[in-house]
């Protein structure tokens, strides 16, 4: 990665559709060589998508959480947690699921339409774990 | 927005740079008839636009983290806590800043080099809150 | 619902046994009118009903409390909180009983005749969850 | 107070605008005996007065939440929290401001039209003490 | 109970073995007339009985603790609380042990030998819920 | 320290206003002979004293708390703790005050009157620390 | 132990291999005698052995770590709490493991080649306790 | 480092003082050839120093705990952490002092001649921070 793949990036940091034209004009290349450097940014693994921003709330989002997961442990301790990281994040409502230092947890972030919702959801993550919700106060 | 806003969301978010060539073939549409449907749901608000997914690891991100802080306040009580959210999210490091019920606090996800630029923003962010902080560990 | 009917709520807010005469000398209506309007009301569900403020000391009442209750849950996770909220609800002691935000509990506050009743109602309803209680001082 | 008085009560807390007629066909008393019943358990202070019932959701009431109040206290320990508690309870979406043990503080029960509304009374109340919120899930 | 009966409880918390002649000759009673008023205090259950204050350090005792206690309960949330009480206070090591508010616990004050005592008796006491210990630090 | 010793504070023990008369009985010696040795085990301060067992509740307790307090401290950590304890120690509802380990703070044990003693304690001691409030519920 | 002893203590703790010669000269006696008392502090057990110190960092530990771990208790709160310590510090990534107050718990300080490798490690752990995780941030 | 120096340092943490000879016999090289691989391991920093293993207990030690300490900072959240780690790790009770995860803290690990050291340490690094402490129990 030299400094023009740094340029590349940013620019498609701002608008990831962004064309190779016009990329290239404020970069000095050519549309075919910024198309180059990005496919190979792309089989380096340095690229891994390109993703929507969508307005949540007017999809029908009123209610975003982030819920803390104390993870359930057998009798003698065994679990599967990277399993339940796998089924957890595999809802439709969850946007991240991250394991987290502390007491020994998984940190959901999830987008609810709205808090009947959000029960409904802390009742079927309850086989996981003892579930703590701080809902996110848009300001 | 009807189903085939919904369809056409759906193939951008598995890959946001998709043609609306291809994304019309799928749908039953031409391309233009895509490209007016995407123009009027940014119109609308409900595309924000399209973000790049990147390889933080391969980028130099080591350390990632979770951190909440409990909002300082004057003596009087007073507070510019919006001023302090807008603050912190124009932080190169951070990547999502949410205010959140429970202690009255605020949520930061960071992304650090190593531990070392992890403790340089904690000293930076003090200025703000009380600060705790959970390491999310990769599995 | 208009400016009348919100002046209307207000006086039976202070006193929910005021002739609609009264109400309709204030607010310059007949009383047939005022009752027409509180029926209404009525049948939308915006009023539920007409309760009683009593002082309960007087009844002998000496402790009041707040008491979170963590729901237990069963080997798979499984629960009836709904039930559970029901069956705590039709208590006697139990003026309210919510499920709140945070460590996944309900919140049951709690009139009782002195200490050794609430310890009673302590051990009833640790069938439901694991208790926390605090102590309502009156000043 | 008698069984009579007792059952009285019973009949005014399932409908605080029972008629004295009807309550007396069910007592077996006359109206006159039982309005006089009712005036001297109001001025014996047993009955307080009589509250209506709405439904907030209807009058626009989208978010409920407890908040707990740690009390600030000057430099020498000094504090009005009797004022302060005074203060509360005067504030429009105040249902109920109780002192109470565990960490030195307050219990405030809260009703706001959205969370925007129940953030700017946390910044309201910020001046009497460190908040810590649990929003109510209807379910 | 009169002035003259508070007068004799003072003295006795003074000294519990304080002759009654010499409590009589500050109280300006005779003696037997002082014993006869003792006699009643301990009918009625006033006075419960007379204590001995020893140095528990001279007699072994480098180890003093506070214990919570946080009851297990049965499946059924079933729990035999008060014979759990009864079953600590009566060994040897335990001077007070109260239900308290809070955690739905118990709060043990104990004297032990040293840390190893204190060790075997938290293994002792682990068969009647999860303890927590703060070590008493005399200054 | 011999057999006879721990024979005599046992009985003292179970009553500190035992004759030596009795003791001496019991454990075959003389009464001036117990006496004696009672006097040693003054002079070596074994015993420091002889207390009361009242009944509290007869004389008006109707709450008792136990409350830890987090010691404040000046702007540079500086503290008179001891002096702290000391002060508490004196007041008249306090039965035992200790510095205990976890959080930097004491463990005081009060009997008040009734619940607006112990808030008027609370405001008292707000002096010295940030409070902490358990009710003990008698059982 | 004399001053003589001290000293040679000292220096044998700012380096461990120091020869008895150096040591000798700079105490004021023969390698001989210096290697006389060492022995002796050996057989008494005031020196336990000699430990290398070495840069963990180079030799592949990226992650260190405290982990707290409260202890799980059988049906009956039988536990072989002894033998969990002894499991733990026999294991490789483990510098210290101790019983301590507070939550009935064992501290282990740990060192690991990396994130992943703590985590295998917290699910090794898993079956003695529940365990909290806190990084240690080299600073 | 290869298989032969990973062999000497193994044979030097379980005695830091042991001859090069006999290390030398038991790797197949002469005691100079040893010398110059521990030599060169000290050059490159892997080998850091050689430290005495002592009884504490037989010097003297009666109290060891682990303290955490969350950071004063001042009016605008500046602070000299780096200092005070500094300043913390100079006195001579501490054997370390680490920054963590979690709330902003420092955790110590301190050994004191006995409780009564141990609170004036408290008193001590009072000026830095707002200490927990939980107690080593050895068992």
Redesign the interface.
Known sequence: MDVLDKKI?EM??I???ESFATIGKEVGLSAPAIGKRVRQMEE????????????HE??GIET???ITL?I??GP????G??KH?EAIEAMEEVQRC???????CL?VLGYFRN??H??SF??K????G??????????
Chains 1, 2, 3, 4, 5, 6, 7, 8 share one sequence.
């Open positions: 990036l498609l940091e608008n990831a559709r380096e693994g340095i690229i891994e998508g390109y993703a929507l921003k969508v307005n007017k999809l975003k959480a982030y104390v359930h442990r003698s301790g065994t679990t947690t990277q990281i991250d394991r987290i230092t502390g007491d020994d940190c808090n009947k959000l029960v802390l009742e993550i309850a086989v996981y003892a579930s703590k919700t701080s809902i996110i106060l848009e300001v």
